[in-house]
Nanobody, 117 residues
Framework: QVQLVESGGGLVQPGGSLRLSCAASGFTFSMYDMSWYRQAPGKERELVALITSAGTTTNYAGSVKGRFNISRDYAKNTVYLRMTSLKPEDTAVYYC??????????WGQGTQVTVSL
């Protein structure tokens, strides 16, 4: 079964840290670019971070650059998003996304991140 399963979300205070995980199964993980998106209430879904299939290139939204880090573990078929210096405006549902040209894309079910006192 092709799927992405996110975990690691939760409630954290401003300035805190979280690490999200996304476990991939049912497809060739190493051939897919992997990304994290987020969607806050009343807002459009936005790209947060991307890592290429080879793991050699990463890109970040300007709002998270320097605070978030995306990485992948090929042995575990897992992609991570390390989030530090969290702000209330980082509150959103975070989605894992896999994409491979000509093969299509896969979305995870999302995990809630809430940054609040």
């Amino acid at each position: 079964q092709v799927q992405l399963v996110e975990s690691g979300g939760g409630l954290v205070q401003p300035g805190g840290s979280l690490r999200l995980s996304c476990a991939a199964s049912g497809f060739t993980f190493s051939m897919y670019d992997m990304s994290w998106y987020r969607q806050a209430p009343g807002k459009e879904r936005e790209l947060v971070a991307l890592i290429t299939s080879a793991g050699t290139t990463t890109n970040y939204a300007g709002s998270v650059k320097g605070r978030f880090n995306i990485s992948r573990d090929y042995a575990k078929n897992t992609v991570y998003l390390r989030m530090t210096s969290l702000k209330p405006e980082d509150t959103a549902v975070y989605y894992c996304y896999a994409y491979r040209r000509w093969f299509g894309h896969i979305w995870g079910q999302g995990t809630q991140v809430t940054v609040s006192l």
